[in-house]
């Protein structure tokens, strides 16, 4: 996804409802893709769509050289609500994908929790992604602005086909990559993206959740 596109969808999440209750489902996809979850394209269509796999209901993404998203409009104060959990499989890393270039900006899957900003210098994201070369637990600025931060919370493919749960503290991780106290975040999105690389990449994703405290 390039700059400009990430903007856009800055400016298309600034509205949202607000969070509330100790812990918080943003979709158990019991009814589909729930009304409050939208829509954007970036280039093309990535298919989202309700799935059965192992046992459980998920969002299934496909890309062919596409990139959409599908975000949910959500305000929440981090320091209320520090935890983020889900669960993902990932069919495949994208094999030309590199974190660290431009031209290698895709992914099979990624979470992310947007904090906007009226400017958007001050617009701050965290990205959790399925890395395709990035090692495990190391995070590095978005190759199209320093305002995004890619944490990779898997990487490579010896987890690839597996369902995995992942568990991130948005708290601890905005004050460690982005070295201040963060504002309320706007929303949370998923997105498979191919668009960059031209290649095709499907993953699964879980419903995530929002907790306080410790999240357990």
């Not at 990535?46 to 299934?60: F, H």
């Not at 001050?122 to 992604?129: E, F, Q």
């Amino acid at each position: 996804m390039n700059l400009p596109s990430l903007i856009l969808l800055i400016l298309l999440i600034l509205q949202t409802v607000e969070a509330k209750g100790a812990e918080l489902v943003i979709d158990d996809y019991s009814m589909g893709i729930g009304a409050h979850w939208e829509s954007k394209s970036f280039k093309g269509m990535t298919l989202y769509s309700i799935n059965e796999d192992g046992g459980r209901r998920c969002i299934r993404a496909q890309s062919r050289a596409s990139a959409s998203a599908l975000y949910y409009r959500l305000k929440f104060d981090p320091r209320e609500y520090p935890v983020i959990r889900w669960g993902w499989k990932i069919d495949g890393i994208i094999s030309p994908g590199d974190a660290r270039k431009k031209k290698g900006d895709d992914y099979a899957a990624r979470v992310y929790v947007v904090f906007p900003s009226l400017f958007f210098r001050k617009t701050r994201a965290l990205n959790y992604i399925g890395a395709n070369r990035l090692p495990r637990g190391e995070a590095v600025a978005n190759p199209f602005t320093a305002n995004a931060i890619m944490i990779a919370v898997q990487s490579g493919n010896d987890h690839s086909g597996k369902w995995m749960e992942e568990r991130r503290n948005i708290l601890d991780d905005f004050r460690r990559y982005f070295g201040s106290e963060p504002p309320e975040a706007g929303a949370i999105a998923i997105m498979t993206d191919t668009d960059n690389t031209g290649a095709e990449a499907s993953a699964c994703y879980g419903p995530i959740k929002l907790a306080g405290g410790d999240g357990l």
